[in-house]
């Protein structure tokens, strides 16, 4: 039984990936930022996160990822989570644009650390995933 539940989210997240990997790009294309590749290896990590963390944002560094950002949201809700949750902790970056009047709406920003880790030149590499209500992504 848990090898078919395996199946079916690895499944979900491989036809997930064109639709967050829009986002992550069309994003950082808007602020003026080199474009992150998809990798595997950091998707699984960033799966392998939220599903253990089965709908509570717990943290967790596995080999291969240097940084991870979690936000709470479904898998229909990762424009809201990159944008509103993440970028908007920086609405004055330059093609934010206004964003945040809107997207930002219901998120409490306290810090800049997702939003710096997101923009951040030190990556190369991204991999993103939902499980139980929460989003993961790992960068490298």
Not at 38 to 52: M, P, S, Y
Not at 111 to 128: E, N, P, R, V
Request: glycine letters at 14%; charged letters at 15%.
């Amino acid at each position: 039984m848990q090898i078919t539940n395996l199946a079916v989210l690895a499944f979900t997240g491989s036809v997930m990936a064109a639709g967050y990997m829009d986002v992550v790009s069309d994003w950082r294309n808007r602020l003026g930022l080199k474009q992150l590749k998809l990798d595997g290896t950091l998707e699984n990590n960033a799966r392998k996160t939220v599903v253990e963390g089965n709908g509570k944002m717990v943290h967790q560094l596995n080999p291969g990822s240097f940084a991870q950002v979690l936000a709470p949201g479904g898998p229909n809700d990762f424009t809201h989570c990159f944008v509103g949750g993440w970028l908007c902790e920086r609405p004055d970056m330059k093609g934010m644009n206004g964003i945040c009047a809107t997207e930002g709406k219901g998120w409490i920003h306290t810090s800049t650390g997702h939003a710096d880790i997101l923009t951040s030149g030190s990556y190369s590499k991204i991999g993103c995933a939902n499980y139980n209500g929460i989003w993961g992504c790992d960068l490298a």
